[in-house]
């Protein structure tokens, strides 16, 4: 009924989040690993290691390759929010009522945590796997299964969050660090506890 409908209005941008986030991850971090790999190939690797510490060099890709990332992702939601107020179509009769239902700026600041948490812990995953990769040919070898095993799990979570917020799978995941990210953003639009937001942010930063 009308209670389904609005809580189907306010989850169309946290679930446009969720697939923005598993698009962008997986593009940044394959431009990650795909750098650390080719220096590992290359024994490049090691002449940077003699100036640097491992740490450093890891943390400086995140960062500036992250932030690459994050320029893409403005430039997508740029464009959609131009699309949505200056033209008048399906994006804007999907995009502008979800906007304008998202009124509390305590659920716009925790949107933005979760995206970008869930960001850098996919690629904080994907630089792992470069960093014990000699060539692209095993990097896939430990890749396929690692995408897998996000995006299964990611799937089945955003049609049960819609279904029902209460689905214990949902509550689950939530809790699981590699999961938390994608479950908290697909559930903010039904409505989260206050504590099951600040527990699942804490357990994201000790992570």
């Given at each position: ?49 003699a100036c640097i510490k491992p ?125 938390t990210p994608f479950a908290m ?23």
């Amino acid at each position: 009924g009308k209670g389904r409908s609005v809580i189907a209005t306010r989850s169309i941008v946290p679930i446009a989040l969720v697939y923005l986030l598993l698009l962008t991850a997986i593009t940044t971090g394959s431009m990650m690993l795909q750098g650390v790999v080719e220096e590992r190939s290359n024994k490049l690797i090691e002449s940077v290691l003699a100036c640097i510490k491992p740490d450093a060099l890891m943390q400086g890709k995140l960062l500036g390759l992250g932030a690459v990332g994050l320029c893409i992702v403005l430039v997508w939601a740029g464009c959609a929010l131009g699309a949505a107020y200056a033209f008048r179509g399906i994006v804007a009769d999907l995009l502008l009522p979800s906007l304008q239902s998202l009124d509390n700026p305590w659920i716009v600041a925790a949107m933005i945590f979760y995206f970008l948490s869930g960001y850098l812990v996919l690629s904080m995953v994907f630089l792992a796997i470069g960093s014990v990769s000699d060539s692209m040919q095993d990097a896939q070898a430990y890749l396929t299964p690692v995408i897998m095993l996000v995006m299964i799990p990611v799937i089945i979570l955003m049609q049960a969050a819609l279904r029902g917020p209460d689905e214990f799978i949902v509550h689950l995941l939530s809790w699981i660090p590699l999961y938390t990210p994608f479950a908290m953003l697909a559930r903010l639009g039904t409505g989260v506890s206050v504590g099951e937001i600040a527990g699942t942010s804490a357990l994201l930063v000790a992570f």
